[in-house]
């Protein structure tokens, strides 16, 4: 396992970051950036670079790096998590927006935020610190978790 493990993704690969995030890990996407600023972000960050650029990494001083070959994303993310197999106890732990890790938020904090529905059904809520986007286990959550399990259970 490599659960501490992070990463640069480029613009190419803005959806296996975000899938990457629901799995828990760390991956950094800017969108724009370009080839300098991403090889200094992932040299200065330790942060393995995953990139669909075969001329990026061709480039000297790329560090440790990724090419991903596959064109679509779930395709990419078993390409990812079978080299860099992230932890399963990690699911759902980040923002899939800004790559925050969330933490547990009491259910009155976000009343006013959520739908009315939501608010009475839903038991347990969680927050990004950065961008205060509120997270909650609805149906589209268990969808995610069972994707991301049995992508980890293939790898």
């Known amino acids: 396992m490599c659960p501490d493990r992070t990463f640069v993704a480029d613009m190419m690969l803005g959806r296996l970051a975000r899938w990457l995030r629901i799995l828990g890990v760390d991956v950094l996407y800017l969108n724009p950036v370009d080839d300098r600023e991403l090889i200094k972000i992932a040299r200065r960050d330790r942060r393995i670079l995953l990139t669909r650029d075969t001329r990026l990494v061709q480039r000297r001083g790329v560090g440790e790096h990724l090419l991903i070959r596959e064109n679509k994303p779930m395709a990419q993310l078993e390409a990812v998590i079978r080299v860099y197999p992230p932890a399963p106890d990690r699911i759902l732990t980040r923002c899939i927006r ?50 991301c399990r049995r992508y980890l259970n293939q790898a």
């Open 98 to 147: 800004c790559n925050t890790l969330l933490t547990a938020t009491e259910k009155p904090d976000v009343r006013d935020e959520v739908p009315e529905y939501i608010y009475h059904t839903a038991s347990g809520f969680g927050r990004c610190r950065q961008c205060g986007r509120v997270y909650w286990e609805g149906s589209h959550c268990r969808r995610m978790m069972e994707t």
